[in-house]
Each structure stands twice: as C-alpha cells, then as structure tokens.
C-alpha cells in the first residue's frame, strides 16, 4: 500500500517556467512533508518542508502548498533552472512517535535551456 | 562541516557472501534511518535506532541486520545477499525526539550482487 503518491515519473519544462510537481498522500495522521532532491549516485538533499498546520511554505524559488483536505501536496520551483533537472522525492512523517518517513517514488524533473 | 557519511561509495559482493555497509554521522542526532532503494523505486525504510532503540520494518527480510554501537555509528549487515538485493542504500539521521525534523542523508552505497 503506497501511502504516499507521486503519479508522475516525469516532467519536462523550459527553463524560466514554472515547474509544479505533485504527490498525494492516504494517511490522514501525517502531519509533516518534505521535498527532497536528488541527483544520480548521491543522496537526497533536503530541499522545503510544510507542516500540517500551514497550507503553504516558501523559501527563495521554492514553494510547497499544503491541500489537506484533498491530501494533496505541491512544489512550485520558480524560475527553473538546468540546475534544477533532477529526481524530486517527496516524504511524509506522522505524529504517532514512529519517527518514520515515508516516501514517494519521485518525479523526474528536466529543466530544457 | 557536520554531515552523515557512507563508505563505501560502492560495492560489490558475491551471492551469498555477506556484506556490511557503515554509516558515520557528526550531527549528533538521535534517530538513524537505513533505507534501501532500486531504480525508479521509492526509497523503502529498513529500520531505524532511536538512540539504541531498534525498530524493525515488518517487511524487512531477516537477510538484513543492523547494529549501532554508539551514537555516531550505524551498520548495516546482508547476511547472505541475493541478486534482488543489488539497490543503493541510503543512511539518514535525524534529530529527534520529534518528527517534525528534516532528514540528513549520506551519500549513498551501491551495492551490486554478483
């Protein structure tokens, strides 16, 4: 059971675009969401989080919208950038004490210059 | 600079010959993540210690054992490792004791099965 979605292996945008990326989650106890980024052969860097109680979190080109209702979560990358091609995973956590972090398969994300 | 530390960057193994990978960290940090990942596949928790509190995935195969001896380090033993086991492993620390903490990842292992 997959209980974090990413529909999406992948997306292409020019650069200077928007890029929108999307994931959708089944747990109604998670309460806090990460967007990592990760390029081949290294590991997932951090990127934005959001938690439960705010519906939208911004830092520089990046903002994450939070849809609770929908279960849904997005980043927006404005402008992109070539740099920006990379695989997108998002991760949720939940307030249960687990310390567990569940993932989504990623998105691939191509920014054409 | 404080940061999660995988060796080694590669490895390769024989069928059934059992492998251990390490993960150091200088972050201090509680809660110790191994995740195992294939190709187009989410990254798939293993377990996790916080602090030496182990806690195993129901799913996890018991191939797959783990230990750590003390707050800055953390190992991941394949008993007997299959060709399905070939994947990039990815250690991962994260603060604690609450989870509205970001993760720290290493730089990943990628273990191939001969």
């Known amino acids: 059971d997959q209980q974090v979605k990413q529909n999406s292996p992948s997306l292409s945008v020019q650069e200077g675009r928007i890029s929108i990326l999307n994931c959708d989650y089944t747990n109604s106890m998670f309460d806090y969401f990460l967007w990592y980024k990760k390029y081949p052969a290294e590991g997932p860097t951090f990127l934005i989080s959001?938690?439960?109680?705010?519906d939208k979190n911004e830092d520089g080109r990046f903002t994450v919208f939070l849809n609770k209702s929908a279960k849904h979560l997005s980043l927006h990358i404005v402008p992109s950038q070539p740099g920006d091609s990379a695989v997108y995973f998002c991760?949720?956590?939940?307030?249960?004490?687990?310390?567990?972090?569940?993932f989504g398969t990623g998105t691939r994300l191509k920014v054409l210059a | 600079d404080a940061m999660v530390i995988q060796n080694p960057r590669y490895q390769v193994t024989q069928f059934g010959k059992p492998v251990t990978l390490s993960c150091s960290q200088t972050?201090?940090?509680?809660?110790m993540y191994w995740y195992q990942q294939k190709s187009s596949q989410a990254p798939k928790l293993l377990f996790h210690y916080y602090d030496k509190d182990f806690n195993n995935e129901a799913d996890t195969p018991d191939n797959f054992q783990s230990r750590r001896p003390n707050t800055s380090f953390c190992f991941l033993d394949i008993r007997s490792p299959g060709l399905g086991d070939a994947a990039m492993y990815l250690c991962?620390?994260?603060?604690?004791?609450?989870?509205?903490?970001?993760?720290?990842f290493g730089s990943g292992t990628q273990l191939s099965v001969l």
């Open positions: 972050l201090n940090h509680n809660v």
């Open positions: 959001i938690s439960s109680i705010k």
């Open positions: 991760a949720a956590s939940d307030a249960s004490g687990t310390y567990k972090y569940i």
């Open positions: 991962a620390t994260s603060r604690g004791p609450t989870t509205n903490e970001k993760l720290f």
